[in-house]
């Protein structure tokens, strides 16, 4: 049968930021909202950090310059501070050679606990093959030492942590994002290289990137790490120039109580328009819909180790959502993160084994009057099915329902840029979670933009199941009733089951016989 595609709902008629435009320059401060810069001064065109106290203690992010210092009996012969020490191996580190030993020099300074553990040849490869083609690096790296002893003067406020069942914000500057990314690019955080299960931060991502330095063995992931290291050095490139990003990033965890998730078994809207194409990506085609990052329970997943999909690729092109890694902890089965005017910095291609940085992208998107560029990502973190057949139970079905509405609520109305959430690493079924995204986006009252990367016969699939659901005026529990009517089948029926599309074929026709 021929795959091509019927004429599908045109991509300019979806909603983007700027048709919002109004709803984004509203005034930020709110509860729960934590701002890191005076808006006052922002509005009046300067960007001066707001001021708060110091804390270190467990619910906000500990600051490496604010490390307590050890008790000593004798003053005399008192141990310098870990920030002494962090400070003095990052000055010198503004003045020296900066080759990668001296880089790794200052790092295990004072990182000395992990002195067995941490290599660097993912950046002595990179070093090797890349640094005088792109940036150099003995010019870049005083720059980044320079950015990450900025921290006490660029934040002077307590960061929270974004914990779970919380809904709380943090708004702050590219540039307060910079200096932080800088200070994990030197793995100066405190207590966050201890990931063992009970450590104070095992529920949170780790942000000091050591894990992007190291290799195993393998050789061809050498090369990739140095793609990587690529994206990343043209970022710090990019923010310690002097015309350096000037406008802020909003981070929103959003909690919805299961109490006031939709009862999916009443819920009687019907679907929205779909867009849907083998051709685009959620990034570039995207920009301006809510875009959907097919995330981790941890925040951007592998992208400070080896992962390469499209949550670390997303990273990559936009590091400052690397940041989220510093206070998100782990997402529950209810909840998402929302960001909210991340820039683009570069250009990749390929995709996983095949990935490369490309060059630079000189990102123009509109701002609005907060200078948050209009992008706007929401991280939906989908169930790793080890066996593709449990997906299909009741439970799980709704649990990915769940975890798509939380995704798409909200006020604003854009468009939803997706595609095949949760179906690569993940090993989802594309064609169940387009009908489990498509319903969370009915009831949310959002169109959708679907990109099925080069995939001609799933967006086919997909856009015949949407005409006929449409057509039919079927709306969202009486579909929500029939993947349970499935799911009920597939568990008798699991050596031979239909396909679901053929399955839900039937109940339509049947529905238009009665
Ligand atoms: N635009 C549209 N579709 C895409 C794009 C893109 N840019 N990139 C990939 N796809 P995957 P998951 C399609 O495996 O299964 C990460 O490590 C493509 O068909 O990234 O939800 C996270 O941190 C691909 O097979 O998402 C998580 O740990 C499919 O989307 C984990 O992977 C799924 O992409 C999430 O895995």
Same mark, same amino acid.
């Given at each position: 049968?021929?795959?091509?595609?019927?004429?599908?709902?045109?991509?300019?008629?979806?909603?983007?930021?700027?048709?919002?435009?109004?709803?984004?320059?509203?005034?930020?401060?709110?509860?729960?909202?934590?701002? %890191?810069?005076?808006l006052?001064?922002?509005?009046?065109?300067?960007?001066?950090?707001?001021?708060?106290?110091?804390?270190?203690?467990?619910?906000?992010?500990?600051?490496?310059?604010? /490390?307590?210092?050890?008790?000593?009996?004798?003053k005399?012969?008192?141990?310098?501070?870990?920030?002494?020490?962090?400070?003095?191996?990052?000055?010198?580190?503004?003045?020296?050679?900066?080759?990668?030993?001296?880089?790794?020099?200052?790092?295990?300074? /004072?990182?000395?606990?992990?002195?067995?553990?941490?290599?660097?040849?993912?950046?002595?490869? +990179?070093?090797?093959?890349?640094?005088?083609?792109?940036?150099?690096?003995?010019?870049?790296?005083?720059?980044?030492?320079?950015?990450?002893?900025?921290?006490?003067?660029?934040?002077?406020?307590?960061?929270?942590?974004?914990?779970?069942?919380?809904?709380?914000g943090?708004?702050?500057?590219?540039?307060?994002?910079?200096? %932080?990314?800088?200070?994990?690019?030197?793995?100066?955080?405190?207590?966050?290289?201890?990931?063992?299960?009970?450590?104070?931060y095992?529920? +949170?991502?780790?942000?000091?990137?050591?894990?992007?330095?190291?290799?195993?063995?393998d050789?061809?992931?050498?090369?990739?790490k140095?793609?990587?290291?690529?994206?990343?050095?043209? +970022?710090?490139?990019?923010?310690?120039?002097?015309?350096?990003?000037?406008?802020?990033?909003?981070?929103?965890?959003?909690?919805?109580?299961?109490?006031?998730?939709?009862?999916?078994?009443?819920?009687?809207?019907?679907l929205?328009?779909?867009?849907?194409?083998?051709?685009?990506?959620?990034?570039?085609?995207?920009?301006?819909m809510?875009?959907?990052?097919?995330?981790?329970?941890?925040?951007?997943?592998?992208?400070?180790?080896?992962? @390469?999909?499209?949550?670390?690729?997303l990273f %990559?092109?936009?590091?400052? %959502?690397?940041?989220?890694?510093?206070?998100?902890?782990?997402?529950a089965?209810?909840?998402?993160?929302?960001?909210?005017?991340?820039?683009?910095?570069?250009?990749?291609?390929? /995709?996983?084994?095949?990935?490369?940085?490309?060059?630079? /992208?000189?990102?123009?998107?509109?701002?609005?009057?907060?200078?948050?560029?209009?992008?706007?990502?929401?991280?939906?973190?989908?169930?790793?099915?080890?066996n593709?057949?449990?997906?299909y139970?009741?439970d799980?079905?709704?649990?990915?329902?769940?975890?798509?509405?939380?995704? =798409?609520?909200?006020?604003?109305?854009?468009?939803?840029?997706?595609?095949?959430?949760?179906?690569?690493?993940?090993?989802?079924?594309?064609?169940?979670?387009?009908?489990?995204?498509?319903?969370?986006?009915?009831?949310?009252?959002?169109?959708?933009?679907? =990109?099925?990367?080069?995939?001609?016969?799933?967006?086919?699939?997909?856009q015949?199941?949407?005409?006929?659901?449409?057509?039919?005026?079927?709306?969202?529990?009486? @579909?929500?009733?029939?993947?349970?009517?499935?799911?009920? +089948?597939?568990?008798?029926?699991?050596?031979?089951?239909?396909?679901?599309?053929?399955?839900?074929?039937?109940?339509?026709?049947?529905?238009?016989?009665?």
């Amino acid at each position: 049968p021929s795959i091509e595609l019927g004429p599908t709902y045109p991509i300019r008629n979806l909603k983007t930021m700027q048709d919002f435009y109004k709803e984004f320059d509203q005034p930020l401060l709110k509860k729960e909202h934590t701002i %890191l810069i005076d808006l006052k001064c922002f509005q009046s065109g300067v960007i001066v950090p707001h001021q708060g106290t110091d804390v270190w203690d467990q619910h906000h992010v500990k600051f490496p310059h604010l /490390y307590p210092r050890p008790p000593s009996h004798h003053k005399s012969h008192a141990q310098p501070s870990r920030w002494e020490v962090t400070r003095r191996a990052l000055l010198s580190l503004t003045k020296g050679s900066n080759s990668i030993g001296d880089v790794q020099t200052a790092i295990m300074s /004072y990182n000395s606990s992990n002195k067995d553990k941490w290599t660097f040849d993912a950046l002595y490869n +990179y070093g090797q093959r890349l640094q005088t083609m792109d940036n150099n690096l003995h010019l870049l790296i005083p720059k980044m030492a320079k950015l990450a002893l900025n921290l006490p003067e660029l934040i002077k406020k307590p960061i929270p942590l974004l914990r779970q069942q919380q809904n709380q914000g943090i708004t702050m500057s590219q540039q307060q994002i910079s200096c %932080l990314l800088a200070n994990a690019f030197f793995c100066t955080f405190p207590h966050r290289n201890d990931t063992k299960p009970g450590s104070e931060y095992a529920n +949170y991502p780790t942000i000091n990137f050591s894990s992007l330095f190291a290799n195993k063995t393998d050789p061809t992931k050498l090369d990739l790490k140095a793609e990587k290291l690529r994206a990343i050095f043209h +970022y710090f490139n990019t923010v310690t120039n002097d015309e350096e990003p000037d406008g802020l990033v909003t981070f929103e965890r959003i909690s919805i109580p299961p109490s006031k998730l939709p009862n999916w078994n009443t819920t009687k809207v019907p679907l929205r328009n779909l867009h849907i194409s083998p051709e685009g990506s959620i990034e570039n085609e995207g920009t301006g819909m809510l875009q959907v990052d097919f995330a981790s329970r941890f925040i951007g997943g592998g992208v400070l180790g080896s992962g @390469l999909v499209q949550e670390e690729i997303l990273f %990559l092109m936009s590091p400052e %959502l690397i940041v989220a890694r510093l206070f998100t902890e782990k997402l529950a089965d209810n909840e998402c993160l929302k960001i909210t005017g991340p820039q683009m910095y570069s250009y990749t291609s390929g /995709y996983s084994k095949t990935f490369s940085w490309v060059c630079p /992208y000189d990102d123009r998107t509109k701002r609005d009057i907060w200078k948050r560029r209009y992008r706007q990502v929401v991280a939906i973190d989908a169930l790793d099915f080890k066996n593709p057949r449990e997906q299909y139970t009741k439970d799980n079905i709704k649990r990915e329902l769940n975890k798509a509405f939380v995704g =798409f609520h909200g006020d604003v109305k854009t468009a939803i840029a997706t595609g095949n959430w949760g179906c690569g690493a993940f090993k989802g079924d594309p064609k169940l979670k387009a009908l489990i995204q498509l319903m969370a986006a009915a009831v949310n009252g959002r169109d959708m933009a679907y =990109f099925t990367f080069g995939n001609k016969e799933l967006a086919k699939e997909i856009q015949t199941m949407h005409e006929k659901l449409t057509m039919k005026k079927v709306t969202v529990d009486k @579909l929500y009733n029939w993947l349970k009517d499935f799911s009920a +089948y597939y568990a008798r029926e699991h050596h031979f089951p239909k396909d679901l599309y053929g399955f839900i074929s039937e109940k339509i026709d049947h529905k238009a016989s009665l």
